[in-house]
């Protein structure tokens, strides 16, 4: 696999080896810690919006701090800043100050590493192995999430939280060392025309946000809740779901390079929607949420190669890289913070969780529409010798 011969993107897949376990052992915990505080689960999803409504605001601040300091800078602060929503977590006890203060500090760090990050990536990639490279990406980090989530639930129950997300906050600033040999890379003081491509990604982005807000974070809440709200439990079932999907993504990202694209879509789309349907309706039955669950990791082995595949290509292709990372992370921010808000006046509304998680469903048809497009001009190049 010649893909492996990019020493930077080796660097940026250790960095996002670590910083996989940091996630999957504490910030998967986030909402339903916030949830078992005392935090009503329409008011947790009201939280998530406003954290994506925090990093809309805060994004445009990425660029002039990334033009003075550089990208890899950046994307190595950002990293160390993610891990200052972990020690305020435990003082969460309900809607009080520690609460407001998760809310107001969890968008800093997540708007400096998110757009870092992709810009990042696209930057040192190779076009011709881009599938290939977040296939190994997304096949890395469903490796490290079968030991993280169940290392995360079990320190929860036997440790408590304080000493729990503390370690956690300590793995997630470990991230950054594998960044300090990275390439630096300069950004640009000035992106002259238009950024190639911009409107095409934001689109693609507040697509996956819908989804990901039905299928990822109101799908955490109604999973915790049918567990029993038990740590253990859901830390067992997200571990669950990493080993069912950790080969997929390699699959999925050697047909995209081989101009299959639009193969990769249906079949991601025909996996996303029925996963959702089911998860939709397995919330009676812990064993079906559990296997619902688990499913959803095909979900994302074969979504994410899909998705970003074209928006990393048409980033590297744009005059500034960071630049259009923050133009498709907006788009991102506010497809997401719609879903938690329309999910959290549904569930305020006394509809069950079924209702939120299927509005994901819109999200994936809305994304395979433009990706049918943008394959379609692709695949057609990808075949010429």
């Not at 998760?102 to 400096?112: A, M």
């Not at 995209?256 to 996963?275: E, F, K, P, Q």
């Not at 990393?312 to 788009?331: D, I, M």
Request: aromatic residues 10%; proline residues 6%.
């Amino acid at each position: 696999m010649s893909f492996f011969s990019n020493e930077a993107i080796n660097r940026l897949n250790a960095h996002t080896a670590v910083q996989a376990f940091a996630e999957n052992a504490g910030g998967i915990f986030v909402l339903v810690f916030m949830l078992q505080a005392g935090v009503p689960a329409p008011l947790v999803l009201c939280a998530m919006a406003a954290m994506n409504a925090g990093r809309f605001v805060l994004r445009p601040l990425a660029l002039p701090l990334a033009r003075r300091i550089g990208l890899r800078e950046t994307l190595i602060l950002g990293t160390v800043f993610e891990a200052a929503i972990y020690p305020v977590l435990p003082l969460v006890k309900g809607l009080d100050l520690a609460f407001l203060a998760v809310v107001l500090i969890g968008p800093v760090g997540s708007v400096l590493y998110w757009t870092s990050y992709h810009a990042y990536f696209a930057s040192v990639g190779d076009d011709q192995h881009r599938g290939g490279q977040i296939g190994v990406r997304q096949a890395l980090t469903s490796v490290i999430s079968i030991a993280a989530p169940l290392a995360g639930g079990w320190a929860l129950v036997m440790a408590g939280p304080w000493p729990t997300f503390l370690a956690v906050a300590a793995i997630q600033v470990l991230a950054a060392a594998p960044l300090l040999g990275a390439p630096r890379l300069p950004v640009a003081p000035e992106a002259p025309g238009d950024l190639k491509g911009a409107r095409l990604a934001m689109g693609l982005m507040a697509c996956d946000g819908i989804f990901a807000g039905g299928y990822h974070y109101i799908w955490q809440i109604a999973l915790f809740v049918a567990l029993g709200e038990r740590f253990e439990a859901y830390g067992g079932a997200m571990a669950l779901a990493a080993l069912a999907g950790a080969a997929s993504s390699l699959v999925v990202g050697r047909y995209i390079d081989a101009g299959r694209g639009r193969t990769a879509i249906i079949v991601a789309l025909i996996v996303a929607v029925g996963v959702l349907t089911l998860r939709g309706f397995s919330l009676s039955s812990p064993w079906m949420a559990v296997t619902a669950n688990a499913l959803g990791a095909l979900v994302v082995a074969l979504w994410i190669p899909a998705l970003m595949a074209p928006i990393y290509t048409l980033a590297k292709a744009s005059s500034c890289p960071l630049r259009f990372s923050v133009a498709t992370e907006t788009g991102w921010d506010l497809g997401c913070g719609g879903a938690c808000l329309l999910g959290a006046a549904l569930i305020a509304g006394g509809a069950p969780f079924a209702a939120p998680i299927l509005v994901g469903v819109a999200g994936a048809l809305m994304a395979f529409a433009l990706l049918w497009r943008r394959y379609g001009a692709m695949e057609p190049a990808a075949a010429s010798p």
